[in-house]
């Protein structure tokens, strides 16, 4: 038996970094649902004229690079050492997407450069234009460089830029404070993403998360913490849940809080999602309650098949106020209420296609 829920809200541990230059937008370090440790470089915020100042810088580059070109009688053992480990930076760059690789290959291709532009510049006539130019590419990249500021993590989780400002509140050490009036107001859809958000990041806790609905049914008000059960949060996906809070509201529906601890990176773009809440699962026979008659302690129906009527004697697993599900005795188990060998050996079994009369029908 399953008890539909419409909704259900999601509730993680998760910590929103922000920085002062927060205006400026960010670039991503980490991307979104990039693994993270305790004090990485997570994003960093554009520095003030970011952009200027990086296209002077490049050319520069493009400027240096021609004097170097000019140079044709330096032939420096370090100029051809650091000219190959630039084309062995490129060549890195060119095999991978990580970010923070490329930039990483990136710095050592400038740094390998301008090396290379200081050597050519004392070995050659043309050194002090060089310098120049070397000196000019330093003041600019000290302007951007200090201009930047890199967020790091606090801790260690996955990173997420989806950001809806509830981080802060919807927390796991808050369900007192929180109701279903309260998160109604926030109007949030039902599978709609969080948005992606310019001007700041988030770690979230990627071992755990919580998920409220607020219910009405008898199960719900006869649950307890401590509990376990089944959560279906798509039509393929189930998952074990923990019940950690519960509270009757004065509505008369009661507030109920699973923990989950898998599908929960699955779940970091959303903020409320339709879930089933499966109470109790057995395998057996649906059969009416109205079916089901009682002699001595055992339940038995009758069963028509082709006209001929068989009482069968059968056992309840599990029963609500319209159905049971049942399944067959075994003969220990007859054997126990007093039946003979004999006796259970001409005894009928239910089958899955069998027809059984109701209402009281002999």
Same mark, same amino acid.
């Given at each position: 038996?399953?008890?539909?829920?419409?909704?259900?809200?999601?509730?993680?541990?998760?910590?929103?970094?922000?920085?002062e230059n927060y205006?400026?937008?960010?670039?991503?370090?980490? %991307?979104?649902?990039?693994?993270?440790?305790?004090?990485?470089?997570?994003?960093?915020?554009?520095s003030?004229?970011?952009?200027n100042?990086?296209?002077?810088i490049? $050319?520069?580059?493009?400027?240096?690079?021609e %004097?170097?070109?000019?140079?044709?009688d330096?032939?420096?053992?370090?100029i051809?050492?650091?000219?190959?480990?630039?084309? $062995?930076n490129l060549?890195?760059?060119?095999?991978?997407?990580?970010?923070?690789e #490329?930039?990483?290959?990136?710095g050592?291709?400038?740094? /390998?450069?301008?090396?290379?532009?200081k050597?050519?510049g004392?070995?050659s006539?043309s050194?002090?234009y =060089? !310098?120049?130019l070397?000196e000019?590419?330093?003041g600019? $990249?000290?302007k951007?460089n200090?201009?930047?500021?890199?967020i790091?993590?606090d801790?260690?989780g996955?990173m997420?830029y989806?950001?809806d400002? &509830?981080?802060e509140?919807?927390t796991p050490? !808050?369900?007192?404070n929180?109701? +279903?009036?309260?998160?109604d107001?926030?109007?949030i859809?039902?599978?709609? &993403?969080i948005s992606?958000s310019?001007e700041a990041?988030?770690?979230v806790? !990627?071992?755990?998360?919580? #998920? =409220?609905?607020?219910?009405?049914?008898?199960?719900?008000?006869? /649950?307890?913490?401590?509990?376990?059960?089944t959560?279906?949060i798509?039509?393929?996906? $189930?998952?074990?849940a923990?019940? *950690?809070?519960?509270?009757?509201?004065? *509505?008369?529906?009661v507030?109920?809080?699973?923990k989950i601890?898998? /599908?929960?990176e699955e779940?970091?773009a959303?903020r409320k #999602?339709? =879930?089933?809440v499966?109470w109790w699962?057995?395998?057996g026979l649906?059969?009416?309650n109205?079916?089901?008659?009682k +002699?001595?302690?055992?339940?038995y129906?009758?069963?028509?098949?082709?006209?001929?009527?068989?009482?069968?004697?059968?056992?309840i &697993?599990k029963?609500?106020?319209?159905?049971?599900?049942?399944?067959n005795?075994?003969?220990?188990?007859?054997?126990?209420?007093g039946? *003979?060998?004999?006796?259970i050996?001409?005894?009928?079994? =239910?089958?899955?296609?069998?027809?059984?009369l109701?209402?009281?029908?002999?």
């Amino acid at each position: 038996m399953k008890k539909k829920v419409q909704h259900g809200y999601i509730v993680r541990n998760e910590k929103v970094l922000t920085g002062e230059n927060y205006k400026n937008g960010l670039v991503e370090i980490k %991307a979104e649902g990039d693994k993270v440790s305790k004090d990485d470089n997570v994003f960093r915020y554009y520095s003030n004229n970011e952009k200027n100042l990086a296209e002077k810088i490049a $050319e520069l580059d493009v400027e240096i690079q021609e %004097a170097l070109e000019g140079q044709t009688d330096v032939y420096s053992a370090d100029i051809q050492l650091l000219d190959k480990q630039i084309e $062995e930076n490129l060549q890195k760059i060119l095999a991978t997407n990580n970010v923070d690789e #490329i930039e990483e290959y990136k710095g050592t291709i400038s740094e /390998a450069l301008i090396k290379k532009a200081k050597i050519a510049g004392e070995l050659s006539p043309s050194g002090s234009y =060089i !310098n120049k130019l070397i000196e000019e590419r330093r003041g600019y $990249e000290e302007k951007l460089n200090s201009g930047q500021e890199y967020i790091k993590a606090d801790r260690s989780g996955v990173m997420s830029y989806r950001i809806d400002g &509830l981080e802060e509140f919807l927390t796991p050490s !808050n369900f007192d404070n929180i109701d +279903e009036e309260l998160l109604d107001s926030y109007n949030i859809k039902t599978g709609q &993403l969080i948005s992606t958000s310019k001007e700041a990041g988030k770690i979230v806790d !990627n071992y755990e998360c919580y #998920i =409220i609905v607020f219910l009405e049914s008898n199960e719900a008000r006869e /649950a307890n913490v401590g509990d376990t059960l089944t959560l279906r949060i798509s039509e393929t996906s $189930e998952i074990n849940a923990e019940i *950690t809070y519960k509270r009757e509201e004065d *509505t008369g529906k009661v507030m109920l809080v699973f923990k989950i601890n898998k /599908a929960v990176e699955e779940l970091i773009a959303y903020r409320k #999602i339709s =879930i089933d809440v499966i109470w109790w699962s057995y395998s057996g026979l649906k059969v009416p309650n109205t079916a089901l008659k009682k +002699e001595g302690e055992l339940y038995y129906l009758t069963r028509n098949r082709t006209g001929y009527k068989d009482k069968i004697f059968v056992k309840i &697993l599990k029963q609500n106020n319209d159905y049971s599900i049942i399944e067959n005795y075994g003969t220990e188990e007859l054997l126990e209420f007093g039946y *003979t060998r004999d006796e259970i050996s001409s005894m009928k079994s =239910i089958g899955l296609y069998d027809e059984v009369l109701v209402n009281n029908e002999n």
